[in-house]
């Protein structure tokens, strides 16, 4: 509930902003600088749906794959760049998109501008938002199915909920990537 949220981080925000206790020690003083930082940065968390997810998640003991330490430091001993496991779904796309992206990336090189080449990646950036926009929609709709598994204690419902929104978050992060790519692309 955004509203409760939003209220409820005002009363706190009242309680322990800093000004609130500048003519204190400077140990009370310190203290509460941290406990108004550590609000700001819990209300940050909760009010971005992709990071209370995955805040939700880590404090399950699950780590989404793009923020995994081992795979981070695995890319970064070898010398290469992360791997990212592509939804089957998408390979095709990828596939094709990866091509369109090397194809603008030799036009720039030769200081060209394949108009064609342009649209089609237009196009694409344009339907990967679309689907990070589903992936957000199906990812607020996540959320309902964890909350009545929480309110009627449904571990299978939970575990099933909890499953799905590690996939979506994973689906989304490199949709995310590809995103990036045409933008680097046509900037």
Do not use: C
């Amino acid at each position: 509930d955004t509203a409760a949220l939003e209220k409820a981080f005002y009363a706190q925000s009242r309680k322990l902003h800093p000004d609130r206790f500048a003519s204190r020690p400077l140990a009370e003083q310190e203290a509460a600088l941290a406990a108004s930082s550590q609000l700001n940065d819990a209300y940050r968390t909760l009010r971005d749906p992709v990071a209370r997810t995955e805040y939700l998640l880590a404090l399950e003991g699950i780590q989404l794959e793009e923020q995994s330490r081992a795979a981070t430091d695995a890319a970064r001993a070898s010398g290469t760049e992360k791997k990212q496991v592509a939804p089957p779904d998408l390979l095709e796309e990828a596939f094709e998109l990866n091509m369109q992206l090397e194809e603008m990336r030799m036009a720039k090189q030769m200081g060209d501008d394949d108009p064609q080449t342009r649209a089609d990646l237009e196009a694409a950036r344009t339907k990967f938002t679309a689907m990070l926009n589903d992936a957000q929609q199906q990812l607020e709709a996540l959320w309902s199915k964890w909350d009545a598994a929480e309110d009627t204690n449904d571990p299978a419902a939970r575990d099933s909920a909890k499953q799905s929104m590690v996939a979506l978050l994973n689906r989304r992060s490199y949709i995310r990537n590809l995103v990036r790519d045409v933008n680097a692309a046509l900037e």
